[in-house]
């Protein structure tokens, strides 16, 4: 099933019913002042380990065949899908390997610690794929990719099905871009309910891959990424870049500094805490970008798992 | 309408629908496991101005006999009250002036200029009162009390009417104590729709005064309260003591450190912001106080109006 459909997604949400959260959709006036536009947060900082993330690793796990029953899930992240991933193997009875590299952020580490997960460290992502095969032979573990996977995607794009179903006269949805996970189970699934909607992927300025790899129809990496949105810095794989270029209607590409002026804009104007990645989703409307005024936006709030220690230092250096 | 029935809430209720938002509940496993209860947050924090105070504001202008009309609204408040009675008057066509005494939080001060009020300037809370008289003269003005007043008291209790539609089944709810306006309409509202419902009051340990004056039935003043919930420093007023002895089924007090502990788990794990008097409300399920275990507990977060300059200096210093 590389290509997903609206019918994988809408199975995807009834295998996740009653264990994914229903978010909450979250308006502001001062937000639509400020934006010229009519906006709808889609609050998945409010999901099971504070991201999205659960949603697509609980049901690819879920769906592992049978036969594969009692071996151990091995996944690599630092972020939310490590949280995903240890959270789901708690709940569906499974030992979860989750390969870290480099620097992360304490609150998600131990948060997948206290989830019983067990950490693998690397030095950084690329030794942690280089350690992947061997970790994989010794534990005869089983790969959960965290976004190269049509059953990890179909779990992602449950969010615009609950987004659509709560409001469902949007003209614009917006959603960060990473790996394309998200963004592009949020196309199949808008596109399912209303081919009208026009999905935006938004991207930090210091991690333009997924803008390049788009428009040249190839997955062009990025040795080395530059943005606190730690979530964005993946580049797209094979199952997501064609999904996107079917169904995408274009980027908004977002300055560094734009980031943790959304945050404090999320703190401050409304009250929610909000990762950086889900900062890049709200700058657009912030900075009254001229395709959205006037129009009805569902913006997706990928997450808020922040430090506060962090969230300091952001504040301090910017 | 000295005594407030539940008639006049359900009045209040009708005259602000479509005018102040209806603010989601939010829950959270973390907060159910940390506390070994199952809770709900009214998350008054998302009201317009930021705070529950504009229901109260909003419907005691609103019902100002029409021989008023055209005189100005005056009122005391270096806090969300001021921006309730800001917004109000915007929304009426009204002129608001505000008193406020000694130092204000940057961000309520800039939400009140905003919304086209004038800020008259005193040294603390007592020289506020002092001017009073004199600034009520000068203007012709119409004097709305923070508190003590039945119409504040009803918009107050339509928090408590929402909460029990949401969630018919609480046992307990807890809510803050300041001057008790929203802590008596709360009660009343709560004992209308279901007589079992436990209230309980939450006051912090360096501005106990409700306490004492429920006990000793008179208006026991604090000379110098000492915390960082600005908003819970006012005493009780004559208004609201009796319908607090009537209603309430006790208190708990929370210690000064509990406060900043809980704005934190709220920033953390529930990816909200609030203010240390909502913070007040949400302690005494962090610290598992035996009288909530195995119930289903309501908290009434109050507002969320944080600068991020002084969220930070709290946790710098504690």
Known sequence: MDDITFAHIQQAAERLRGIAHVTQVVTGRQLDETSGATVFLKCENFQRVGAFKFRGAYHAILMRPPEEQGRPIVTISSGNHAQGVALACRLLGRQAHILMGGLTNPIKRQAVLDYGATIHEAADHLDAERKLPTLLEQLHGVYIHPFNDPLVIAGQGTVMLEFLATVPDLDVVLAPVGGGGLLSGTC????????????????????????????????????????????????????????????????????????????????????????????????PLLRREPALAGKRVGVILTGGNVDLSAFFDQFRSS
Do not use: Q, W
Not at 191 to 215: F, M, Q, T, W
Not at 225 to 242: F, H, I, N, R, Y
């Open 188 to 283: 199949v699934a808008a596109h399912g309910l209303n081919p009208a909607v026009k999905v935006y992927a938004c991207e930090p300025a210091g991690a333009l891959d997924a803008i390049h790899s788009v428009r040249e129809n190839r997955v062009v990496p990025m040795p080395e990424p530059k943005t606190m949105a730690e979530g964005l810095k993946t580049s797209l794989g094979d199952v997501t870049l064609p999904l996107l270029r079917r169904h995408l209607a274009g980027f908004f590409v977002v300055e560094e500094d734009e980031i943790p002026r959304a945050m404090r804009f999320a703190f401050e104007r409304l009250k929610l805490v909000i990762e950086p990645s889900s900062a890049v989703a709200l700058a």
